[in-house]
C-alpha cells in the first residue's frame, strides 16, 4: 500500500503543475473631449481710442490653424500691445478678431471668441 500512496502522491504532484495567476487587466482611463472653456470675460472700457499703428504684421497661413491679430490692451494707464497667436480651427466655428467699439462711456474691448455658423 505504502507504494500506491507514494505513486499517487508523485502523480498528483506532476499533473497539478505550477499555475502562474495572470493579473487582471488594468482598466482604461475614459478621456473625454470638452470643449475649451470659455476665457473669463472681463470688461475693459478706455477713456481714448487705440493707437491706429498695427500691432505686429500677420504671418503666412498655416494649415488647420487661423491666426488671431494682435490688438491694443488698455491696462488703466496706457495701451500695450497683445500679441496675436495661432488658434485651431474649429468647423461650424468663425473667428471675431479683437476689436474695439465706441460708446457713451468710452472705447469698449471685444475680445476675439469663436462664433457659430
Not at 475693459?44 to 499703428?53: C, G, I, L
Request: hydrophobic share 40%.
Amino acid at each position: 500500500m505504502s507504494i500506491r500512496l507514494v505513486a499517487l502522491c508523485a502523480i498528483t504532484l506532476m499533473a497539478s503543475g505550477c499555475v502562474v495567476e495572470q493579473p487582471a487587466p488594468r482598466p482604461r482611463p475614459v478621456v473625454v473631449e470638452r470643449e475649451p472653456a470659455p476665457r473669463e470675460y472681463v470688461e475693459v472700457v478706455a477713456p481714448q481710442p487705440p493707437p491706429v499703428e498695427i500691432v505686429e504684421t500677420e504671418p503666412a497661413p498655416r494649415p488647420g490653424y487661423i491666426w488671431a491679430r494682435g490688438y491694443w490692451h488698455w491696462n488703466g494707464r496706457q495701451y500695450v500691445a497683445a500679441r496675436g497667436h495661432w488658434e485651431a480651427v474649429r468647423p461650424g466655428y468663425h473667428y471675431v478678431h479683437p476689436h474695439y467699439e465706441h460708446r457713451s462711456d468710452g472705447w469698449h474691448l471685444n475680445v476675439g471668441v469663436w462664433v457659430a455658423g
